[in-house]
């Protein structure tokens, strides 16, 4: 039996899969697969990380480097602190013996627990499973099906004001970094004012970037992007990326809540102090810390008044629930919410819930100047059409922790004002930066086997498709004209005659791109992994209405592959309405599709004609789905997840009972009858168990049984698929 892990995770997909997994299993075990689950979601790590289960977690990072890994990742929840907290009271109310987490520990033992649990916080899963680079792209089914069944992009205004503000290159992360390429294997210490601030081993062919924000300059920035969102009447909505870059962009955040509420952070500093407030933790915790203090009405007033008076609009991330731009770091992720500024014409949503124009403030100009052309893009040629636009596909640097989403270790906002120096072994100085306290330092590396193996696929990848790849970048930036020069060095060792492969800068290449895929025209974007998280949410929701409908593919460095569900997240809203009417609206298209590839790439390694044919019979399946669109509705009392698991379930059959293979079409024609033949039965059970509330024993951590029983609630459907 061959197996692939299928990850159990969080929240919407979490609940779709108790629906599907059963399904595919009594597919798959036909042609010798077996489809086993490893426990990745937050409260499973939250009870590995206190020694009461399996560390599931670790086990899939060591499967990663094993030639025969086969992994559906699907999306999981990239805990904020108060996500983290919420998942430890329901694991307490179930029973389980853990500590509180605590926020500010006062003890050795408090550190130690709080340690425990760090290790939870943030995007803990990706860096661990991603032992090779990125191949995104949406397969030309998925695409078609948009070109034809068009969601909507909202106009933009003529003379629209949008845009994106970003720091100018002087004293952010852009303009401060410097770059090595080390010539030997050997320790690299970074130290303040020659006190060791951390050692690493790096690697000979690595590339070493060094780079700090400098405070004092970003929260200039933030004032001047303040006074003229006010003077033209935009709303001010800040876009980071505090999840994945888990050390630095909450304390960007924590800047921009301080000075857009400057008066109110500076009135009450001794008392906020007092307190605990932390701004890195937004408005949602300084909330709770205030709660029940004499001054609580005091200080809420004080901030409604900048609110009323003095500050331009803010964006709202949920203005049903009147959660604002501040009150969460988490709530803020670039990657999802600057798509969503362009698709809605520019716009933000204010506390009314009106949408409004806006400055999209993006602190570092690295990844501003993407958001900003795109911006710019629209309101220059206005919004894209979706029936006739060209593809994006990425091709991204990630393997190792690449670049700067595997630079937390190395993050340090800095005790001191003096000399962050970075330093090899054998004496050698790299690099040194003069800093002010406050400053995030940062250090980001590549290493050499992954960059070779992204321009490998690069090569492949273009080879397959004819159309012109980009990398995107920038010989003015220390980081990039190291990385043009490995570049440049690799593809000599492939055959690239007749290919278009060419280097640009980034807003260069956001404008080549957006201007072949206005004509229609696809193009493949060879980035580092930030760009690499943005432009495959950007593109995607700009051309399929989510990025959850890509084919998410990471082939491992070792020779096995990753397969991810799309880049969405876990659409925590999608359980809340599943909890109350039964009706879940997650479309798992992106897990169809990633186990089409998983599928194959098996079939393909042990030359299985039984399991090719059971691939193509998913393929089959799969254009089924879209051809009859039978995605799942928005609203309660019309189909939906399970009734989309039925559908594929119902075509898979029918494509197998006609499979050239004997015993499968043996195996399968019953089978494909007797779902047709009740159709109308099982549809009528599934909607029958929408329209009313249901319980699953926990959010984070539901009841299995529970969770099956509601997500499974066809008699005649599970008879059917349990006889298989
Ligand atoms: N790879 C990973 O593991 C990732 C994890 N995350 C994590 O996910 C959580 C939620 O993030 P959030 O930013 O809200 O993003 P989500 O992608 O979960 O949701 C954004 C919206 O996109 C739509 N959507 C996304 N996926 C689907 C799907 N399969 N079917 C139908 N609609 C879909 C939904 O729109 P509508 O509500 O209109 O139906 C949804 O509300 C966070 O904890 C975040 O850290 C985020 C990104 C990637
Ligand atoms: O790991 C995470 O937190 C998010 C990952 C992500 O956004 C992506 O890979 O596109
Ligand atoms: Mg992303």
Request: aromatic share 6%; glycine share 8%.
């Amino acid at each position: 039996m061959s197996k692939i892990i299928w990850s159990k995770i969080d929240e919407a997909p979490a609940l779709a899969t108790y629906s599907l997994l059963p399904i595919v299993n009594a597919f798959t075990k036909e042609a010798g697969v077996e489809v086993v689950t490893s426990d990745i979601s937050l409260a499973g790590r939250v009870l590995a990380a206190m020694g009461l289960a399996e560390d599931e977690l670790s086990k899939l990072g060591e499967v990663v480097l094993q030639e025969d890994a086969n992994i559906i990742k699907l999306p999981n929840i990239s805990a904020s602190v108060g996500q983290l907290k919420d998942c430890i009271a329901e694991l307490q109310g179930q029973g389980y013996d853990i500590p509180n987490y605590p926020e500010n520990p006062a003890n050795a033992e408090e550190e130690a627990i709080q340690a425990k649990y760090s290790v939870c916080l943030g995007s803990a899963v990706n860096p661990v499973l991603r032992e090779g680079n990125s191949d995104r792209r949406a397969a030309k089914a998925v695409k078609n099906f948009a070109k034809n069944n068009p969601h909507r992009l909202k106009p933009y205004a003529e003379n629209s004001k949008a845009r994106v503000a970003h720091m100018s290159g002087n004293g952010d992360f852009y303009g401060n970094e410097k770059s090595v390429t080390m010539d030997k294997a050997q320790k690299v210490t970074i130290a303040l004012n020659g006190k060791e601030l951390k050692t690493v081993d790096a690697l000979e062919g690595e590339i070493l970037d060094g780079t700090f924000m400098s405070v004092a300059a970003l929260r200039d920035f933030y004032r001047k992007t303040i006074d003229e969102a006010k003077a033209e009447g935009l709303i001010w909505s800040l876009h980071l990326k505090a999840t994945m870059m888990k050390i630095s962009d909450p304390i960007m955040f924590g800047h921009g809540f301080e000075i857009f509420f400057e008066e109110v952070f500076t009135k009450y500093a001794d008392l906020f102090k007092e307190l605990g407030v932390n701004p890195n933790l937004g408005m949602s915790d300084l909330e709770k810390k205030i709660a029940g203090h004499a001054q609580e009405a005091e200080i809420k007033a004080a901030f409604q008044a900048v609110v009323e008076a003095d500050a331009p609009k803010i964006a709202m991330v949920d203005s049903d629930k009147g959660t604002t731009n501040f009150n969460a770091s988490n709530d803020i992720i670039i990657d999802a919410s600057m798509p969503v500024v362009v698709r809605e014409g520019g716009k933000q949503w204010d506390r009314n819930g009106d949408a409004l124009e806006t400055v999209a403030v993006i602190p570092d100009s690295t990844y501003g100047m993407f958001h900003a052309e795109m911006v710019a893009d629209c309101v220059k040629n206005g919004q894209y059409d979706v029936t006739t636009m060209g593809t994006m596909q990425n091709i991204g640097l990630m393997a190792q922790k690449a670049e700067e989403y595997g630079s937390h270790p190395t993050t340090f906002e800095l005790a001191e004002a003096g000399k962050v120096t970075v330093t090899a072994e054998d004496g050698t100085e790299l690099m040194s930066f003069d800093c002010e306290a406050g400053d995030i330092w940062r250090m980001s590396r590549a290493k050499d086997i992954p960059i070779r193996d992204w321009v490998r696929l690069t090569v492949e990848r273009t080879r397959i498709e004819g159309i012109p790849a980009v990398f995107w970048l920038d010989e003015n930036r220390a980081h990039d004209a190291e990385m043009i020069k490995k570049v440049n060095t690799y593809l000599k060792d492939h055959d690239t005659s007749g290919l278009d492969i060419q280097i640009m800068n980034v807003t260069d290449a956001t404008r080549f791109t957006n201007a072949r895929i206005r004509k229609g025209e696809d193009t493949i974007a060879v980035t580092g992994n930030v760009l690499r998280d943005h432009l495959t949410d950007m593109y995607p929701i700009l051309e399929l209405g989510t990025s959850a409908k890509m084919l998410s593919i990471v082939p491992l460095l070792a020779g096995g592959g990753l397969y991810e569900t799309g880049a969405g997240g876990s659409a925590p809203k999608h359980v809340d309405q599943f909890l109350e009417e039964g009706h879940l609206r997650w479309d798992s298209l992106g897990e169809f599709l990633a186990l089409a590839e998983s599928l194959r790439f098996i079939a393909q390694k042990h030359n299985s004609d039984k399991l090719a044919a059971v691939t193509a019979g998913l393929d089959a399946a799969n254009d089924g789905y879209l051809g009859n669109n039978k995605a799942p509705s928005r609203k309660c009392g019309e189909p939906d997840n399970k009734a989309s698991h039925f559908y594929v379930a119902q075509y898979w059959a029918k494509a197998l009972a006609e499979s050239d293979n004997a015993e499968l079409a043996a195996k399968f024609a019953p089978v494909a009858q007797a779902l047709v033949e009740n159709e109308d039965k099982i549809m009528s059970e599934l909607l029958a168990a929408e329209g009313k509330p249901q319980d699953i024993g926990g959010y984070f951590h539901p009841d299995d049984a529970k969770a099956e029983k509601a997500m499974r609630p066809s008699a005649t459907l599970n008879a059917i698929i349990d006889a298989i």
